[in-house]
């Protein structure tokens, strides 16, 4: 124990008396440890915390499936209220099943009239969770029928209340009813809805309308909760055959199935890949870092064997001729991971995008993240101080001690090897990296079938209560674009109930056509303005636009997309064609095609099909009261929105007032998550880069200060300084290329993790790994120059009288 | 007459560190024809490495002529210098300096290798004079599996490869004992009864005795020189 402490103190000084070592080992290690830990603090917030419910392991998200693979880009459907009442009735291996869906409501009677998202609850969703209200209730199934309740958000109550207990039991006003707020969920719940973090709890009450209508795609998340003898294999199993039996049933919903996902699955799965490469990333700059900081110690055991083989002739063993190095290598390890730990913290900021914002409040280095810190800086520790040991074991003491055997006297395949893994490695992280950099280069140059420049766009919700009547209400977005279009400034003003990109939520119905009934498709629905084409500059391909003839209580004429034309009518003229819908209460109708446009990316850049979609003549959805302005500008668009708020407090004093933002800047928001992905890759590409680019410089200079006598022997014998520079070089390179040929099949390898996150751009694309070895090449032949000129400019006579 | 094959005129070489001029070689006027076989002699310090090394045009002298093989070494450029040294100049050093990642083979071609022979003739040439001081059975070997005159006599066959003007040997035998010492000195004296001009500095009275003339150093000065009373193999 002593001997210990002994070694270590006398490692410590040694550290210091040769600081541009430590200060170079303790760089790379935490520069590994640090990236490592950031990344593993991410991973610990989304993957290895449990929901909080009880048992959530037991819980699973239902969702109708997509059998036929006809909207790609979304995983999980949503389901209709008919679906939802079909499967609770008809499953037998959950023990509970609850619906919600996201609503809006607006706050009045205290202040200015305010709207916050909201989540609908069936009566059995806190049961179904295992939920407790820390204050008060949750909502329950007597709520269904009873006056208006509300549970607030943790969030939301300290936010909006102060965190006033009292509120339990007031009332409060929303969308002009008098509702008792009758609980507050815990804090660490949050409402996760497909519109964002709701921030209060209503009852969902199902309208007899609501549980006859449609079956297609509607907004309802099912949880439900499996019996304790039922595996999810099984129950996925029993909820195919009732997916297969409402098909039979109801034929127009051919295609919709029912299937199930660990409720954990249906929230942060989509984070998986990511965190997963990012996991990966990290790992392999911990392993070249390890690999530089082996190299160095063994360049430090190499100029110290004489001494260690003297130790140990002297009567050491072997382990205790090895005690100096996992002593050194143990003190630049945890120094390493401190400053490591330092700079994950400053790192942390940069990687909270990748974190869903409510998980955001427990994300921190917490002691998890410090001891994971530990355990990769021990790990670290043993690997560098191991080298030195396996190069030890298998050298004869005698050729250490031997004087004639000057310098090496072994053929340094250790120290080469580690730099070619350290090359390897850093080649296929940066293809990784250059694979997903090119993804964003296309998606940011992706036709989006759109214009997006100067444009203004905002939510608006009117108050059913206070306009109770679908047709006022379409008169009123009626009257507020067309003042829009009259203000000056403004080149045109249109409403889509879901705007392509910024509204990233699937809504559509099945249809069939006449005669055709078994060729049904589900295509998106969109109710637009008559002016909403040209507002978009999305272009009219066949027939018309949408005329102020075509709107009224029943409309009858549709715009289809090009997709939907060339699904149904390849090679056909589809205008004047004629097909029935079932969607809208139930009742059916015919349509007749008077158009249509070209495709847009409805659900966002990244998804490359276009999605069929129908074009409905209409202000606003009436099922939301809700709909959403676009007005396109001729100056700069945020130079509106005083005018527009003005005009919308004329329509309507109890109008919430929306966000206005820019189209661009929605566009912007759905390309961060690429562009976050891009940059913490590209950060440690450059890490890399960077380390592998220092391994080799620490090894070919090591090398040639170690051999400055070969060289001037080598001088002496004739080698001019260029032909010397050339040999080392040479040798650097070579290293160099077998880390880029082993490289190259690495990437290749990996590049599997990377294809998902990936657009319109293949892993293992050659340009980019052309690129990518030129870089690297580049990189390792300036680490390789720079020792191989010093080793020209050694002064032969010099070196030869240097013992 | 014939040109001698070294020509020194007024040497003078002064090193300076730390303010501190040291006189390492102080006018000095030496020739050597073909083939003799001339041994440096003198104390400790006294400037005889210098004189070897300005000679293997390793260094290079503060001041005074140096002609080697009729051409005029001043204000050569460091490539030509080092094809010089490739082509004319074969080194034998007291710490023998062989290169220890290479096989015996590989550092007796080297010089070849840099000469830009083909690999075949390198070959044949190696073995030739690895044969010639005795260590062919040894080609494969690294030299830290040889004994001191085992890797003296590699460093000798390395010197010899290159067929240079001259062999320039600092100490040779200083690290051997003494039956080592004089299996390489037979070594050398072969070598010019065969005709080489060898150039030696060493310490040991013995192995002067071999020599066609004896050159004495004295603080950076030659102070005598003596022909040796042997006869001349023609
Ligand atoms: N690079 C140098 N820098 C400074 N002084 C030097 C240098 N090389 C040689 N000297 C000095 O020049 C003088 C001659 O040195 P040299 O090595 O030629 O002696 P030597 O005769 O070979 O001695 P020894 O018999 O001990 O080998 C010495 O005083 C030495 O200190
Ligand atoms: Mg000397």
């Known amino acids: 124990m002593k001997a210990l402490l002994h070694q270590f103190k006398a490692s410590f000084r040694g550290l210091l008396r040769t600081p541009s070592f430590t200060l170079v080992a303790l ?93 609908e609850v069936t009566g059995d969703w806190g049961s179904t969770l295992g939920l407790r209200a820390p204050l008060g209730r949750l909502i329950g ?89 039922v595996n999810l294999a099984q129950a996925r199993q029993s909820l195919e055959g009732i997916g297969r039996q409402l098909q039979a049933d109801y034929p127009q919903t051919q295609g919709l199935g029912v299937d199930a996902v ?65 002593a050194d290598a143990l003190i630049i390890s945890l120094v390493g991971a401190c400053l490591g730990l330092w700079l994950a913290s400053l790192g942390s900021d940069l990687l909270r995008p990748l974190v869903p914002a409510e998980l955001l409040s427990a994300y921190r280095l917490d002691l998890g993240v410090l001891a994971f810190s530990f355990a990769v800086s021990v790990l670290a520790a043993l690997i560098c101080g191991l080298a030195p040991a396996f190069l030890f074991t298998h050298r004869a003491l005698s050729s250490q001690l031997q004087e004639g055997a000057k310098g090496t006297g072994h053929r340094p395949w250790i120290r080469s090897s580690l730099v070619s893994l350290q090359v390897a490695l850093a080649l296929a992280l940066s293809v990784g990296f250059g694979a997903i950099w090119s993804s964003l280069q296309k998606l940011q140059r992706a036709p989006i079938g759109f214009s997006t420049e100067r444009a203004l766009t905002f939510p608006l919700r009117l108050n059913p209560r206070k306009h109770p009547v679908p047709d006022q209400r379409e008169r009123i977005v009626q009257g507020i674009v067309e003042e829009l279009s009259g203000l000056s400034g403004v080149q045109s003003a249109g409403t889509i109930n879901l705007r392509p990109i910024v509204d990233n939520v699937p809504f559509g119905r099945s249809f069939s056509l006449p005669g055709r009934e078994q060729l049904s498709a589900t295509a998106s629905l969109r109710m637009v303005s008559p002016r909403y084409f040209e507002t978009m500059n999305i272009k009219v391909l066949k027939g018309r636009n949408f005329t102020f003839a075509d709107y009224g209580p029943n409309p009858t004429s549709v715009v289809i997309n090009k997709s939907l034309a060339d699904l149904f009518w390849p090679g056909e003229d589809p205008i004047g064609k004629q097909f029935n819908h079932n969607w809208m209460d139930g009742t059916g109708g015919q349509m007749t095609i008077v158009g249509v446009v070209a495709n847009v990316r409805l659900q966002g850049p990244a998804i490359t099909a276009n999605l069929e979609t129908i074009y409905w003549p209409m202000y606003h959805f009436a099922d939301a009261a809700a709909t959403n302005v676009i007005v396109r500008t001729t100056g700069k668009p945020m130079a509106l929105v005083s005018a527009v708020r003005e005009i919308l407090r004329r329509v309507d004093p109890d109008l919430p007032i929306p966000q206005m933002r820019t189209l661009e800047d929605h566009l912007e928001s759905a390309m961060a998550g690429t562009r976050t992905q891009a940059t913490l890759l590209g950060m440690m590409a450059a890490i890399a880069l960077l380390l592998s680019g220092s391994g080799i410089f620490g090894v070919m200079a090591f090398s040639v200060a170690q051999r400055s006598r070969e060289i001037g022997i080598r001088m002496a014998l004739g080698g001019s300084p260029q032909r010397v520079a050339r040999d080392i070089t040479r040798q650097g390179m070579l290293l160099a290329a077998l880390g880029l040929g082993v490289g190259i099949l690495a990437s290749v390898l990996l590049g599997r993790f990377l294809a998902s996150l990936l657009y319109e751009v293949s892993p293992t694309d050659p340009f980019i790994i052309a690129v990518a070895v030129m870089v690297l090449g580049s990189v390792s032949l300036l680490a390789s120059l720079v020792p191989a000129r010093r080793a020209a400019r050694l002064d032969p006579n010099q070196a030869l009288r240097n013992e | 007459m014939s040109h001698p094959l070294i020509h020194l005129e007024s040497l003078k070489k002064v090193f300076t560190t730390d303010e501190i001029e040291t006189h390492a070689l102080v006018e000095v006027h030496l020739d050597i024809q073909r083939g003799e076989f001339v041994s440096i002699a003198g104390p400790s310090g006294c400037g005889k490495s210098t004189l070897l090394s300005i000679l293997g045009l390793l260094d290079t002298p503060t001041s005074g002529t140096y002609i080697l093989n009729d051409a005029p070494a001043a204000g050569l450029k460091l490539k030509d210098r080092a094809r010089i040294r490739n082509r004319e100049i074969g080194f034998i050093f007291q710490s023998f300096n062989l290169i220890g990642d290479l096989t015996v083979f590989e550092n007796v071609e080297l010089p070849l290798v840099y000469r830009g022979m083909p690999a075949k003739e390198r070959r044949t040439r190696s073995m030739e004079v690895l044969e010639e001081v005795g260590m062919s059975h040894r080609a494969k070997h690294l030299p830290s599996q040889l004994s001191g005159g085992q890797q003296q006599r590699v460093a000798v066959a390395r010197a010899l490869a290159g067929r240079p003007s001259i062999l320039l ?59 040796a009373r042997k006869q001349h193999v023609p």
């Open chain 1, 262 to 326: 660990p409720l954990w699955e249906f929230h942060y799965g989509e984070q998986r890949p990511l965190l997963a490469m990012l996991l990966l990333a990290g790992t392999l700059i911990l392993a070249i870092a390890c690999a530089n900081v082996a190299n160095l110690m063994l360049s430090r055991a190499t100029i110290r064997q004489r001494e260690t083989a003297l130790r140990r002739a002297l009567g050491g063993s072997r382990l205790q001729s090895l005690a100096p190095f996992l």
């Open chain 1, 141 to 229: 199934p007597q709520d269904e029928r009873d006056s208006p309740v509300t549970v607030l958000s943790h969030g939301f109550w300290k936010r909006r209340f102060g965190g006033d207990a009292r509120i339990i039991g007031r009332s409060i006003v929303l969308n002009g009813q008098s509702t008792t707020v009758v609980g507050i969920l815990p804090a660490n719940v949050a409402l996760k809805t497909l519109r964002g973090e709701a921030d209060l709890l209503t009852p969902l009450v199902f309208t007899p309308a609501e549980i006859q209508g449609s079956r297609g795609i509607a907004r309802m998340d099912v949880v439900a909760r499996l019996k304790p003898n």
């Open chain 1, 27 to 119: 760089l790379t290690l935490a520069l590994a440890i640090g990236a490592n830990t950031a990344v593993f603090s991410v991973i610990k917030v989304v993957f290895l915390r449990p929901l909080p419910f009880a048992e959530p392991n037991r819980l699973v998200a239902l969702y109708t499936s997509d059998l036929e693979k006809r909207l790609p880009g979304i995983r999980y459907i949503p389901a209709s209220v008919p679906h939802y009442l079909d499967w609770k009735a008809r499953q037998q291996s959950f023990s509970s099943m609850a619906a919600s869906r996201p609503g809006a409501v607006t706050l009045t009677g205290q202040g200015d009239p305010e709207r916050f998202s909201s989540m």
């Open chain 2, 169 to 227: 040997a600092d100490e040779p035998t200083g690290n051997l004992d003494s039956s080592n010492g004089e299996a390489v000195m037979e070594l050398l004296k072969g070598l010019h009864q065969r005709g080489s001009t060898i150039c030696m500095v060493t310490h040991d009275t013995r192995f002067t005795k071999a020599a066609d003339r004896t050159i004495h150093l004295f603080d950076g000065r030659i102070v005598s020189e003596e022909e």
